[in-house]
Every structure is written in C-alpha cells, then in structure tokens.
C-alpha cells in the first residue's frame, strides 16, 4: 500500500519569538520556538494487546443432557396428546371409570424393534372401575386413539376394595393436583398417580429437562413432597 503525503505543518503568526526562531531555521525546531509538533502516528497495537473495544463474549456452549434428561426431552417433543386429554378419553372407555394414574412412556411395540420404525409415545393410564377392578388403557400419545384396553389379571378383592375406598376419599380431583404442581414449577406433566392418600405428579422443566415430583395430599390439596431428579 502506498503511503500517504505527510501533511505540512501549519504556519502561525508568531510574535517576538519569531525572531529567534528564524535564525535557527536550519536547525531542528524546538518546542519553545512556539511551533507545535506535528502529532506522530499511532503504533500499531502489538500482538496480544489489549484493545478498548472488547470482542462479544463466546456463547456458552449447549447443555450435555444426561440419559435420562435426554429420553425425557425425546419423548416430550414427540408427544402431541397431553396427559389431561389422554386420561379423558380412558376413563370414557371404562363404565363408571375413575383415574388411578397415567404416564407418558414409549410404546412397547416400537421399542427395541428397529423394523418398527420410529418410536412412538403413549400414556399408559389406570382405570378404576367403579368395584376397584383396574384396568390398563394405552392412548397413543401422537394420535390420541386408544390402542389397547384390558383388565389387569391377579386383583383381588381386597385389592379392589382398598383402591375404590382411596379413590372415594381423595376429594382432590388429579387435574387440581397437576394443577398444583405446574403452579409451583411451569413444565410438561408427564404422570399422574394415586399413591395412598396422596396425588403424586411429575413435572419436567424444558429448559434443562429435569423431573421434579410433587407429592400432593388428596383431601387438603398441599404439597407435602418435592423432590426434583437432576440425572
């Protein structure tokens, strides 16, 4: 690059110290002849200076999920259904049918099968009837449509008679539960359970994918638990 012409200094009437300075012409100029210096260029910054114009900081780099925050934030974004619909359409299919529980999982036919094709999410809900017997509703959790229903073998009498007498006395309805618990923490309900006298909910937050499990009193509707599972 061709360098540019140093501009002449300016010339300045200049009083009684004109003289002196004229005398002296041929030698170098001096600052007391009242003659100002020319400014000297600015150097260069070296390398590794610092510079007052500070560069943006680096972006963070992205979160490393764990397993199970990454089978969480997998099986969330490809659910369509949430858990308060799917629940609805079970407990329609069930006569006189009351929610024991529901939670999102990865159907079994398309887990561990590479020639099913992309997995496919659904809630695997527990229905009451209205004896205690239960039964196993699994809605698809793309479409909606319930793709199996069933009695659950092995219940006794006992074991419906004590599931009917919970059901009665929680007077907390599983949608104010779950509603409780996304107030407390805004994310993704991902199960819904009965657990003795007490509505258990699990919420995952989808800004780190973790789960936190609220455990919920069916008769006062306060939370008694919180645990949140960071793996």
């Not at 419906?160 to 996304?182: D, F, I, M, Y």
């Amino acid at each position: 690059m061709t360098a540019r012409p140093r501009p002449r200094p300016r010339l300045r009437v200049l009083t009684a110290v004109a003289a002196v300075c004229a005398a002296t012409a041929t030698a170098p100029l001096l600052t007391g002849c009242g003659e100002a210096r020319e400014p000297r260029a600015a150097a260069a910054p070296t390398a590794g200076a610092s510079s007052p114009h500070r560069s943006p900081p680096a972006s963070r780099a992205p979160q490393r999920l764990t397993e199970d925050q990454a089978e969480r934030k997998a099986l969330i974004g490809a659910a369509k259904v949430p858990w308060d619909k799917a629940a609805g359409t079970a407990v329609a299919g069930v006569g006189k049918g009351r929610l024991a529980g529901t939670e999102l999982e990865w159907a079994r036919s398309t887990v561990g099968s590479p020639s099913a094709g992309p997995r496919t999410p659904e809630w695997v809900t527990a229905v009451a009837a209205e004896d205690g017997t239960v039964h196993t509703v699994r809605v698809d959790a793309v479409s909606g449509r319930v793709t199996e229903s069933r009695v659950d073998p092995g219940q006794d009498r006992d074991d419906k008679r004590e599931l009917s007498g919970r059901l009665r006395a929680a007077t907390v309805t599983p949608q104010r539960a779950a509603g409780t618990a996304t107030g407390r923490k805004k994310g993704t309900v991902t199960a819904v359970g009965l657990d003795d006298a007490r509505w258990s909910v699990d919420v995952v937050t989808t800004n780190d994918w973790n789960k936190t499990t609220y455990d919920i009193d069916a008769r006062t509707g306060k939370v008694v638990r919180e645990h949140v599972d960071r793996d």
